[in-house]
């Protein structure tokens, strides 16, 4: 079983409707982040948390939010989504050092 | 967070060793570099991770300056398969709290292997 997982996969929907994606790890890592790429961009982040009590926006954040179920949980919501959402959408998580992430398998988003 | 300049594409052919040569003039003392491959539809994968002089793991190796204000990922007798997008980083570790705070990812490098 992979270690990082993402649902859905795919998703379609259409602007103004609530979006929430899921990541689940098996890692044991603490840390987890939010990152989407748009085609041919490297990839952005949105959130990240360092554990449950500690989330932080990234260089994206404005449209976007999150929660932090629990140490193996980790979702971000988009609360009324826009055509300009539409990307491909990364979790990740990583140990203490930080610049060892491991990324889920995405979930591609098109907000019509 | 120091800016990475990297070239856009690359081709190379099967066998041959690839350099691909990343920029990092403002790069800082507590800064680390850090290599990512990209595979399409897929997430980031961790490569190899370097402060200064040459590290090599089982996939490739890292040449870095004295001066570090430049990297050079070097990946031996590359394959079809080594067709991806190549992302250099600059991550800064947090003496105190541990870890980096966040990786940026630029546009990356496209390396096309022809057989």
């Known amino acids: 079983d992979a270690d990082v997982t993402q649902t859905p996969r795919n998703r379609i929907t259409k602007t103004g409707k609530r979006i929430m994606l899921e990541c689940s790890q098996t890692?044991?890592?603490?840390?987890m982040y939010w990152y989407r790429q748009d085609p041919g961009l490297g990839l952005r982040l949105i959130y990240y948390?360092?554990?449950?009590?500690?989330?932080n926006k990234g260089e994206i954040s404005d449209g976007y939010s999150v929660s932090r179920q629990a140490q193996a949980k980790f979702s971000l919501s988009l609360e009324s989504a826009i055509p300009n959402q539409t990307a491909l959408y990364f979790c990740?998580?990583?140990?203490?050092?930080?610049?060892?992430?491991?990324f889920g398998p995405g979930t591609r988003l098109t907000v019509l | 967070l120091a800016k990475t300049t990297q070239p856009i594409s690359m081709d190379s052919y099967e066998g041959q060793e690839v350099n691909i040569t990343c920029s990092h003039n403002?790069?800082?003392?507590?800064?680390?570099i850090t290599w990512y491959q990209q595979f399409p539809s897929q997430g980031p994968r961790f490569i190899i991770q370097g402060y200064k002089t040459k590290v090599t793991n089982e996939v490739a190796s890292l040449f870095i300056p004295a001066d570090r204000k430049s990297s050079t990922l070097s990946l031996p007798r590359v394959s079809l398969s080594d067709t991806a997008v190549y992302y250099c980083l600059v991550g800064r570790y947090r003496l105190f709290s541990g870890g980096y705070n966040k990786l940026i990812f630029g546009a990356g490098t496209r390396l096309a292997v022809h057989p």
């Open positions: 403002n790069i800082a003392t507590n800064d680390y």
């Open positions: 990740a998580t990583s140990g203490l050092q930080g610049y060892e992430q491991f």
């Open positions: 948390s360092f554990d449950v009590k500690d989330i």
């Open positions: 890692k044991g890592h603490d840390r």
